[in-house]
């Protein structure tokens, strides 16, 4: 089975950037949509961003102008800058694959950001 693995988390202070990665263990990012979801203690995961195979992006609103979505496709690779970072972006983020809105592989262990003073 294709595994994810996501890296780049960390601890920063608001205003802070940084960016996150993940890779998969195959090449379904070649033939599928990738979004990147988080997750709050107590809240449900949420999409934050994604990206088709055409390299169309969309965001959540709260996040617009803030976080760039991209892929390497030769890497097996999607990658997520965030910028000018806020406490509410705390959370653990998660990558997957998508097909019409529906997912396609397990969750991964995800990244931990925290934004804090």
């Known amino acids: 089975q294709v595994q994810l693995v996501e890296s780049g988390g960390g601890l920063v202070q608001p205003g802070g950037s940084l960016r996150l990665s993940c890779t998969a263990s195959?090449?379904?990012?070649?033939?599928?949509?990738v979004g990147w979801y988080r997750q709050a203690p107590g809240k449900q995961r949420e999409l934050v961003a994604d990206?088709?195979?055409?390299?169309?992006?969309n965001y959540k609103d709260s996040v617009k102008g803030r976080f760039d979505i991209s892929r390497d496709s030769t890497k097996n690779t999607v990658y997520l800058q965030m910028n000018n970072l806020k406490p509410d972006d705390t959370a653990v983020y998660y990558c997957?694959?998508?097909?019409?809105?529906?997912?396609?592989?397990?969750w991964g262990q995800g990244t931990q950001v925290t934004v804090s003073s």
């Open positions: 997957n694959a998508a097909i019409h809105g529906i997912l396609q592989l397990n």
């Open positions: 195959g090449r379904i990012f070649s033939i599928s949509g």
């Open positions: 990206i088709t195979t055409d390299g169309v992006t």
